[in-house]
């Protein structure tokens, strides 16, 4: 049998209950090491390199194999001031043999990590590091390295849906905004299959200052039931739209096909459309040199009016009771010149994951700062990792763990 390593990764793993809470960098003692800081510790050459390291350092051990052990190892150590590392602990035990085999390779990291920053000054950050030992070689369906891209940006990808999207007749008639999540399949040549409806909630608009939440379909009293197929139907030649205007995902570099969620806004009324997912390119703002700009590109970040979004999210996101998922969502944001959210993407996974993370998104919804570039605001793409783990299991099924997590939601027995 291989002994297989897969989808390993780093992470701030931030717990409490079933929820997390975002750590804040405060003033510590300056033996003391820090939690989180402005700027994290990363491993030289990156997160793709320690993948590649650990892939290649990391032994399974005889008696786990025998065993049938697998599953998720988690670590705690101190990247020092000087890129050293000290004081590695087990976060989340699987095995005894495992435990030591993850403690070993740690080791071997020393000395190859840049130390965090706080105000400029090179500081001692605590890092969690979860390690997966599997012994099957991941299914097709684990989460690629790299998720599908459209081309020009999620900017242009909200222009092209707006464009292509039409508020069915009947919907307008009953006052009603929908939000129609449509999951679809971004194949190898970049072209779109598999369109169908993920989920449907309704709101409806009763004044300019009502300020009612989305309903699931299911449970809102409609007249007119033909009305959710007409959405769906709407949503759906949207997506298609976009069929061969995509980057397909990558796994160990080669093309591969990948399920994605995208929430599609309707607003029925003038009333809601500010607060609109789906913007129409005419009230984007242009004048900026690029249509928009990577996180890591502005002079001055996005930000909700209370804090930072890891925080917020942290704060508010649940995990679900009804499902055993565990790995990584990758979502990604745009928030626009004038501060507004514009509709989130999301990889698929279960739906009751992506309904969570989209529900605790919307409540941000009118709460942006915009990003700015040389003083004038711009839009800015974020991606955000969010990882949920449980704690306390033997036996895991294989998920995905790419990339460093911005949040981790953990689940206790």
């Known amino acids: 049998m291989k002994n297989i390593i897969k989808q390993l990764s780093a992470a701030a793993l931030l717990s409490m209950a079933i929820l997390v809470t975002a750590p ?15 700027q ?8 793709q390199e320690m993948m590649k390291f650990l892939g290649t350092n990391i032994r399974y051990p005889e008696d786990a194999k025998k065993a049938g052990v697998e599953g998720l190892v988690v670590l705690s150590f101190v990247v020092d001031a000087d890129g050293s ?20 390779v740690i080791k071997l990291m020393d000395g190859k990590w840049q130390p965090g920053k706080q105000n400029g000054k090179a500081v001692p950050v605590i890092y969690t590091l979860p390690i997966r030992f599997a012994m099957k070689d991941t299914p097709a369906k684990a989460a690629p390295d790299e998720q599908p ?17 039409q508020m069915p007749e009947e919907a307008k008639q009953e006052h009603l905004n929908a939000r129609v999540v449509v999951k679809f399949t971004v194949e ?36 007119n039931k033909a009305i959710l197929a007409k959405l769906a139907e709407a949503a759906a030649e949207a997506v298609k739209a976009t069929s061969g205007q995509w980057i397909p995902a990558t796994k160990n570099g ?28 005419a009230q984007q703002r242009s004048q900026q040199q690029k249509s928009a700009y990577k996180y890591d590109e502005v002079d001055v970040k996005p930000q909700l009016q209370e804090g930072p979004l890891e925080k917020h999210m942290a704060k508010n996101l649940r995990y679900p009771g009804s499902t055993d998922f565990e790995g990584d969502v990758q979502v990604t944001l745009v928030i626009d010149a004038n501060g507004k959210m514009l509709a989130p993407m999301a990889a698929a996974n279960h739906k009751s994951i992506t309904d969570e993370i989209f529900r605790v998104l919307d409540q941000t919804k009118g709460r942006w700062t915009a990003g700015k570039v040389a ?20 036996q895991q099924a294989t998920a995905s763990a790419a990339l460093p997590a911005d949040v981790v939601v953990t689940k206790y027995r």
Not at 24 to 38: G, N
Not at 375 to 387: E, S
């Open 149 to 165: 891209q459209f081309k020009g940006g999620p900017q242009a990808l909200i222009q092209q849906v707006s464009q292509q999207l």
């Open 85 to 104: 590392l000290s004081n590695p602990k087990i976060v989340k035990s699987l095995s005894t043999s495992t435990d030591a085999e993850a403690i070993r």
């Open 188 to 223: 190898k040549d970049g072209s779109v299959s598999n369109i169908r409806l993920a989920s449907t909630k309704l709101k409806k608009t009763v004044g300019p200052d009502a300020k009612l939440d989305y309903m699931d379909a299911s449970t809102f009293k409609l007249q």
């Open 254 to 281: 080669a093309p591969v096909p990948a399920e994605m969620v995208l929430p599609v806004q309707f607003s029925g009324s003038e009333a809601e459309s500010e607060g609109s997912s789906f913007a129409p390119p």
């Open 24 to 38: 804040t960098a405060s003033a510590q003692q300056s033996d003391k090491p820090y939690t989180y800081v402005e």
């Open 375 to 394: 003083g004038a605001p711009v839009t800015t793409v974020r991606h955000l990792n969010i990882r949920f783990v449980r704690k306390g299991d033997q």
């Open 40 to 47: 994290m510790p990363t491993f030289e050459g990156g997160d």
